[in-house]
T-cell receptor, first 115, second 115 residues
Framework: DTEVTQTPKHLVMGMTNKKSLKCEQH?????MYWYKQKAKKPPELMFV???????INESVPSRFSPECPNSSLLNLHLHALQPEDSALYLC??????????????FGPGTRLTVT | AQSVTQLDSQVPVFEEAPVELRCNYS??????LFWYVQYPNQGLQLLLK??????LVKGINGFEAEFNKSQTSFHLRKPSVHISDTAEYFCAVSDRGFGNEKLTFGTGTRLTIIP
């Protein structure tokens, strides 16, 4: 199974709402990632978790709050977002240090619209 | 720090014609290079990767790429394209082949196949 799943597929939320994005993988990967992708742009890294610990935060605003409750799950909690946060949010996973042939496996993404 | 340049933002190609998508990288250390494809409204899928060894790398769907250290390039090629190859293609670099490291993506090349 080389699949990364993400729910929901689409999300529309107001600027005062609180919502969460969910990502799941069952490949035994111990690194998980959140990316943000605006239209016609490449993905931009937001967060990296390694062994369920936050290892990289690319200076993301605090209205985005990641959580890694176990080795298979990754959440992104959203609160007080702005319209410019509307984008495709991609989750990815990979093996960790010591595995030379690593690659990141991407989920299909959640299309977020902030109104 | 590493960076990636994809010189062509759009490449139109007739069906069954060959195609080359260009990628140049900049890095001060050993590099690991990737090509990902993104079909409309989907996540990213790995086409191929270069980690070490043979400079000619073969990937899925008939694509191949050649790592050229002297020209700091990693161009993607396919001898005969199909309508189904219409997608966005991203070149990416990582300066270490370990997990939980960040990928730096190029700006992408939109490949359009003309029937």
């Amino acid at each position: 199974d080389t699949e990364v799943t993400q729910t929901p597929k689409h999300l529309v939320m107001g600027m005062t709402n609180k919502k969460s994005l969910k990502c799941e993988q069952h490949m035994g990967h111990r690194a998980m990632y959140w990316y943000k992708q605006k239209a016609k742009k490449p993905p931009e890294l937001m967060f990296v978790y390694s062994y369920e610990k936050l290892s990289i935060n690319e200076s993301v605003p605090s209205r985005f709050s990641p959580e890694c409750p176990n080795s298979s799950l990754l959440n992104l909690h959203l609160h007080a977002l702005q319209p410019e946060d509307s984008a495709l949010y991609l989750c990815a996973s990979s093996q960790v240090s010591g595995t030379i042939g690593y690659e990141q496996y991407f989920g299909p993404g959640t299309r977020l619209t902030v109104t | 720090a590493q960076s990636v340049t994809q010189l062509d933002s759009q490449v139109p190609v007739f069906e069954e014609a060959p195609v080359e998508l260009r990628c140049n990288y900049s890095s001060s250390v050993s590099v690991y290079l990737f090509w990902y494809v993104q079909y409309p409204n989907q996540g990213l899928q790995l086409l191929l990767k270069y980690l070490s060894g043979s400079t000619l790398v073969k990937g899925i769907n008939g694509f191949e790429a050649e790592f050229n250290k002297s020209q700091t390039s990693f161009h993607l090629r396919k001898p005969s394209v199909h309508i189904s190859d219409t997608a966005e293609y991203f070149c990416a670099v990582s300066d270490r082949g370990f997990g939980n490291e960040k990928l730096t993506f190029g700006t992408g090349t939109r490949l359009t196949i003309i029937p």
